[in-house]
């Protein structure tokens, strides 16, 4: 899992709640992903930051947002709008130039109850 | 459009047995190709990473190879152990831009 944390490892939501899960680096990166992980398919980017205060979309963008205040920080939200938020949630980090190997944390798994 | 496609889908072997998995990529401009190794409930662990100009990256029992010219590549696994059971994720990534992800191939070594 390298110098990456991800909490919590289980995490409920609610019908109409958000929810936030966190993302912390010590690795000095200055790029960070976040990623869904559905059974049988492959890993599905939703946001990524290059640098701090700076972020984009990925591909699975609607029902999430997030922040990147902090270069060791990048929590991703999980909004209401997001109708089908069970998964397995990744986060990411790598050098911003180079060969970018990303180093993943050790995961959040989202049940809706 | 960019696609990473791998198989076999799931693979079951016997504890010291050989097995080689396959990813075939359409990914266009391409940068380099990685595998990456997933115990379940876990982040993924990168296991190599090859450029267009290696054909051959090993490390310890895992041998991947890359024919940059049929866009192919295989994660040789040698001498399995029951500790090799996990996802096996092909990972292409195109230049200055992101990440294109296989589906994985689950492996289970049985002993």
């Known amino acids: 899992d390298g110098g990456i944390t991800q909490s919590p490892k289980y995490l409920f939501r609610k019908e109409g709640q958000n929810v936030t899960l966190s993302c912390e680096q010590n690795?000095?990166?200055?790029?960070m992903y976040w990623y869904r992980q559905d059974p049988g398919q492959g890993l599905r980017l939703i946001y990524y930051?290059?640098?701090?205060?700076?972020?984009q979309k990925g591909d699975i963008a609607e029902g999430y947002s997030v922040s990147r205040e902090k270069k060791e920080s990048f929590p991703l939200t999980v909004t209401s709008a997001q109708k089908n938020p069970t998964a397995f949630y990744l986060c990411?980090?790598?050098?911003?130039?180079?060969?970018?190997?990303?180093?993943f944390g050790p995961g959040t798994r989202l049940l809706v109850l | 459009k960019n696609q990473v496609e791998q198989s076999p889908q799931s693979l079951i072997i016997l504890e010291g047995k050989n097995c080689t998995l396959q990813?075939?990529?359409?990914?266009?401009?391409?940068?380099?190709l990685r595998w990456y190794k997933q115990d379940t409930g876990r982040g993924p662990v990168s296991l190599t990473i090859?450029?267009?100009?290696?054909n051959t990256k090993s490390n310890g029992r895992y041998t991947a190879t890359l024919d940059a010219d049929t866009k192919q590549s295989s994660l040789h696994i040698t001498a399995s152990q029951l500790s090799d059971s996990a996802s096996y994720i092909c990972?292409?990534?195109?230049?200055?831009?992101?990440?294109?992800f296989g589906p994985g191939t689950r492996l289970s070594v049985l002993p």
């Open positions: 990813c075939n990529y359409t990914v266009s401009p391409f940068s380099n």
């Open positions: 090859m450029t267009f100009s290696e």
């Open positions: 990411a980090s790598s050098t911003a130039t180079g060969r970018k190997t990303q180093y």
């Open positions: 990972v292409v990534s195109k230049y200055g831009q992101n990440f294109v």
């Open positions: 690795l000095n990166h200055d790029a």
């Open positions: 930051s290059q640098i701090v205060n700076d972020f």
